[in-house]
Structure formats: C-alpha cells, structure tokens
C-alpha cells in the first residue's frame, strides 16, 4: 500500500506519515521511507551468471560429447540408434532424435571450416576425384548412398600447398552430383571412367573445361580409399603429371 500510494497514486510519504498518524497508527517519515527502500530491494530484477558458452545455442552438450558423437557416427560408422542404445546401458537417456539434432547443429556449426577446405581443395591445378558406395540405414531396411571424394596432393609434383580432402554425400550416382560439387573447378582430374563425369570435360564448359586424366590399376604408386567395401585399399595410382592430352591415361 504505501509503495503503491507512493508511485501509483503520487502520494509523499510526508502525507502518508500524516494520514497514518491521524488513523493513530505511528508511522514516522524515516520509518516509511525505509520501509520503501527494503520494498525496492526486493522489487530488483534477479539476476544470474551467463550461461556456458556451449557449441550449440542452448543446448546442454559440450564440445567432447558432440566430438565423440560425430566421431562414432562418421569415423566408426556407428549409428544413432546404436549409439542411443549404449548410452541407455549406461543409464544415460539421449533420444534418436536429439541425437539428429545434435549432428544437425554440429554440421551448420562447423561450415565455417568446411567451406574454407573446399575453396582450398578446387583451387588446386589438379585433384584426384572418386566416389563409393555406403550403406545408409533407413526405416526398417538398408539403401545404398554415395559419398564422393575429391583430393589435393601437389607434393608428388614438387608443390608445397598442404593436402586435403573434401567429402560429399548423395542419395544416388547421378551425374549432376559431381557437376555442382565441381562447378567451379578447371583443371586437370584424375578419375574412372565414369560416365557421369563425361559432361565435366566438354570444350565449352563454364568456367573452363577440366582436363581428364584416366587412371587404370597398375604397377603404379596407388592413393587409400578407405571405407570401400569389397574393394582394393588402394584402387587408383598417383597422378604424375605428364599430361599433354586433353585424355591422359597414365
């Protein structure tokens, strides 16, 4: 009442002082501005400490859960559902889904360092390409994806730029895939004769047209595809740079 008299009703507290007093309730002037002052100490907004700066905007999982997460999905090929039921085991209860959500927000958190490898690897001279087959698991049976791969390794050819690997995944084989993944490459690519890349070598290509360099399996120094399923570790030879042809075959 006397707060609200105060700045509700614009009511002194020397006025109120007088009308409590003729009420013969003997509240003096200090004695109410006091008690206007402990109000407004309680009245104060609360506060708290910012929250941990977590990867993912309020969210709960910190760096090394989303690490190892990402790292058993992708690096050991163990699924969310499988992962889910382990940590259930250990009575730890993360949902499928939040699982997805994780991975979701992980990959739109590290794009910043994706897109900087993917200008790297293009801007090379030459890349190696190749894709493989991958088993994706969906509702209830196993289809198959594609994961596409494209490398630059100048250190075969005396160059000092770091090596590195992009990766690109696909419900299929199409060949629209490798055009929009290599729409701004011009060079020289080493890959297998699969047709879907035929169009990458056209004369009047945009940017520019790309050099085919055709590998085979020989005695040659090869380069690791892991993960290939039923396949030869090391399916394809290193380029060696001795391409004067539009199609090279090494």
């Known amino acids: 009442m ?54 993912i905007a309020r969210g709960r999982a910190g760096p090394a859960l989303l690490a190892h997460v990402l790292v058993s999905k992708y690096g050991l090929h163990l699924p969310l559902n499988r992962q889910s039921a382990a940590y259930a085991r250990e ?21 910043p360092l994706v897109e900087p490898l993917r200008t790297h690897v ?3 001279a030459r890349i190696h390409a190749d894709d493989t087959p991958v088993p994706v698991l969906a509702q209830g049976k196993t289809r198959t994806g594609r994961l596409w791969t494209y490398v630059r ?3 075969p050819f005396g160059g000092d730029a770091p090596p590195a690997a992009v990766f690109f995944y696909s419900p299929d084989r199409g060949g629209d ?6 729409a701004r490459f011009a060079g020289l690519m080493q890959a297998d004769a699969y047709a879907g890349f035929n169009r ?14 055709g590998c085979r399996v020989g005695g040659d120094v090869a380069t690791p595809t892991p993960h290939r399923p039923g396949r030869a570790g ?7 740079g001795r391409a004067s042809l539009a199609t090279t075959y090494l």
């Open 122 to 124: 293009f801007a090379a």
């Open 177 to 182: 895939h490798p055009e929009e993944h290599l």
């Open 200 to 213: 990458l070598y056209a004369a009047a290509r945009k940017p520019g047209p790309i050099t085919e360099a």
């Open 2 to 55: 006397i707060v609200f008299e105060k700045y509700g009703q614009h009511q002194p507290l020397n006025r109120q002082a007088e009308h409590y007093g003729r009420e013969g309730v003997d509240l003096s002037l200090s004695t109410l501005a006091d008690l206007v002052g402990d109000c407004a100490t309680l009245l104060r907004p609360l506060t708290q400490p910012p929250a941990p700066s977590h990867p």
């Open 153 to 155: 390794d100048d250190r």
């Open 91 to 111: 009575g730890i209860g993360l949902d499928v889904s939040t699982l997805a959500d994780w991975i979701g927000a992980a990959a739109a958190t590290l794009m």
């Open 234 to 240: 090391f399916p394809h030879p290193v380029l060696h």
